[in-house]
């Protein structure tokens, strides 16, 4: 079984940055693609970033493209995202996930394509 738990949330005003953290365990782990997702109060959970673990092409939203990097570290069986020039809409609960495998019919960007998750973590952005 895989688990997945992410850190480096936090408190941050407009302009800072923050790195979170996804870590995986299970004995053997090797996914298709990890993702970060996040969901505001009030909203849609809703597609950030992916990760092929494989050759680790990558894949933004465009409301972060530029400002934050998704990367990966094999080895370690961890995934990073690298928040830049944070902004107060970036506030929200920020989740970890991961594919097994390719799902025929299941993009990156759907939560559908995903079989692990984690528990989340809170990035605060103030104005």
């Known amino acids: 079984q895989v688990q997945l738990v992410e850190s480096g949330g936090g408190l941050v005003q407009a302009g800072g940055s923050l790195r979170l953290s996804c870590a995986a365990s299970?004995?053997?782990?090797?996914?298709?693609?990890m993702g970060w997702f996040r969901q505001a109060p009030g909203k849609k959970r809703e597609f950030v970033a992916a990760?092929?673990?494989?050759?680790?092409?990558?894949y933004y939203a465009d409301s972060v493209k530029g400002r934050f990097t998704i990367s990966r570290d094999n080895a370690k069986k961890t995934v990073y995202l690298q928040m830049n020039s944070l902004r107060p809409e970036d506030t929200a609960g920020y989740y970890c996930?991961?594919?097994?495998?390719?799902?025929?019919?299941?993009?990156?960007?759907?939560?559908?394509?995903?079989?692990?998750w984690g528990q989340g973590t809170q990035v605060t952005v103030s104005s």
């Open positions: 299970g004995r053997t782990f090797s996914p298709y693609v």
């Open positions: 990760v092929r673990w494989s050759g680790g092409n990558t």
């Open positions: 996930a991961a594919a097994k495998t390719y799902y025929i019919g299941t993009y990156y960007y759907t939560q559908s394509a995903y079989d692990y």
